[in-house]
């Protein structure tokens, strides 16, 4: 579960940084929405997957309500889920 965590949400952070960095730029300032709607949506689906799964994880590693909550923040903020992945998921050698 946690590598298909993992996995997900670098997805969603790479999604969340195309929409913001790409898609939004060509939308409103070369009047271009259609990549804005494909990856829109795929970002939408990455999103919802990425709660749900998120948790998920939060009873398998028994985090408290606090750091579930700093988790599901971390997807509204532009490259959170890459710290997320950092400080909560990455296992220690």
Same mark, same amino acid.
């Given at each position: 579960?946690?590598? #298909?965590?993992?996995? =997900?949400?670098? *997805?969603?952070? %790479?999604?969340?940084? &195309?929409?913001? @960095? ?19 949506? #795929?970002?939408?689906? =990455?999103?919802? *997957?990425?709660? %749900?799964?998120?948790? &998920?994880?939060? @009873? ?34």
């Amino acid at each position: 579960m946690i590598i #298909a965590f993992r996995i =997900l949400s670098f *997805l969603e952070g %790479v999604s969340y940084l &195309l929409i913001l @960095f790409v898609t939004m730029p060509l939308k409103y300032m070369f009047e271009s929405p259609e990549p804005n709607r494909v990856i829109g949506m #795929a970002h939408g689906l =990455l999103f919802l *997957l990425y709660i %749900v799964f998120a948790i &998920l994880v939060k @009873f398998e590693k028994k985090w408290s309500n606090k750091t579930t909550a700093i988790v599901l923040l971390c997807s509204i903020i532009p490259f959170g889920t890459f710290w997320m992945d950092r400080k909560y998921l990455k296992e220690e050698k």
